[in-house]
């Protein structure tokens, strides 16, 4: 089962920033919290991951609660082609395997 | 340039029939696997090879049979197949059984349907 909780669904503006929340209560100390997103019809795409510390890259920003419970994906001029399921993850850097367990993710809509 | 693909896009069979989905990487990743999507969107993990070694076979049924002849393919055949296999299957790949820098790569998916 996924360790991570999400609202099923939100909606931004265009041109507007759009934040993503994720709550990871149960978060162990050797796990990461990794985002991707799915466009309608396309496989999962990486957006970025972290372990205590804010990340940002050419997509997106990545804030993490100090406690690592929650965290909060951040697009920050979101654009239509941003609308698509957003999953938040959780996993150990080093897996056996490597699987990666998703939730239901937050649907973002983002409107003209 | 396509980094992971898979073929064919689209599938439609009839039940009993056996099928076959091929998945190939160029990304030198040392690790594939195949993600079974239902109709409620829900991403499960079945299998995942690393160094055509199985690694994780995720209670799937046995109608279900991985097979990787290098590092750089990795199929899927699929016997007997039913209604409920009706899905989109997704090939992925990463770099050590360990993904981070990157994550994984997925290919865009199989749409199987069985009639």
């Known amino acids: 089962d996924a360790k991570t909780t999400q609202p099923p669904s939100m909606d931004c503006a265009e041109g507007r920033a759009a934040n993503l929340p994720c709550n990871h209560s149960?978060?162990?100390?050797?796990?990461?919290v990794y985002w991707y997103r799915q466009i309608h019809s396309q496989g999962p795409q990486y957006i970025i991951h972290g372990l205590k510390n804010n990340e940002t890259n050419e997509m997106a920003s990545l804030i993490i609660t100090e406690d690592r419970k929650s965290s909060t994906l951040i697009l920050p001029h979101a654009t239509l082609r941003d609308t698509a399921v957003y999953y938040c993850?959780?996993?150990?850097?080093?897996?056996?395997?490597?699987?990666?367990?998703f939730g239901q993710g937050t649907e973002l809509s983002v409107k003209p | 340039d396509t980094a992971v693909s898979q073929t064919p896009k689209y599938l439609v069979t009839q039940m009993g029939n056996d099928k076959s989905i091929k998945c190939e990487q160029n990304?030198?990743?040392?690790?594939m696997y195949w993600y079974k999507q239902d109709s409620k969107k829900f991403l499960k993990i079945m299998f995942s090879y690393n160094n055509k070694e199985l690694i994780i076979n995720e209670t799937v049924p046995n109608r279900f049979s991985p097979k990787s002849p290098d590092k750089a393919h990795l199929n899927l055949h699929i016997n007997s197949l039913e209604l409920g296999d009706s899905a989109v299957y997704f090939c992925?790949?990463?770099?050590?059984?360990?993904?981070?820098?990157?994550?994984?790569?997925f290919g865009s998916g199989t749409r199987l349907t069985v009639v």
């Open positions: 992925a790949s990463s770099q050590d059984s360990s993904p981070g820098r990157s994550g994984y790569t």
């Open positions: 993850i959780v996993r150990p850097f080093y897996n056996q395997g490597g699987k990666l367990i």
């Open positions: 149960t978060i162990s100390g050797n796990e990461y």
């Open positions: 990304l030198g990743h040392d690790t």
